[in-house]
């Protein structure tokens, strides 16, 4: 089991930046992909980014792209997600998720171990 702690949420204007970090337990942090997901008001959970164990490889969901990076520090045991240009669409709970398996991470199956979520509200 990994424990994961989001911050960085809040309120930004349109066009505006904001760096999420997840903060993880456990010494199995850097055997894990990582990963992006939020959820919107009324809406379900959506992948936004993961990254493999080592940082080589990452993967995007296409409303992101060109906008947002994340990116690892095994050192630090914590993940990043910067986001640029931000829009009011990118307006939700980010959640931050773990597991061994990159491919479970994209596919935010429920097996993978979850953070409680921060806020993003993106203001026009």
């Known amino acids: 089991q990994v424990q994961l702690v989001e911050s960085g949420g809040g309120l930004v204007q349109v066009g505006g930046s904001l760096r999420l970090s997840c903060a993880a337990s456990g010494r199995t942090f850097i055997s894990h992909a990582m990963g992006w997901f939020r959820q919107a008001p009324g809406k379900e959970r959506e992948f936004v980014a993961a990254?493999?164990?080592?940082?080589?490889?990452?993967y995007y969901a296409d409303s992101v792209k060109g906008r947002f990076t994340i990116s690892r520090d095994n050192a630090k045991n914590t993940v990043y997600l910067q986001m640029n240009s931000l829009k009011p669409e990118d307006t939700a709970v980010y959640y931050c998720a773990a597991d061994s398996q990159v491919a479970a991470v994209v596919a935010g199956e429920e097996s993978v171990n979850w953070g409680q979520g921060t806020q993003v509200t993106v203001s026009s």
């Open positions: 990254i493999s164990w080592s940082g080589i490889s990452t």
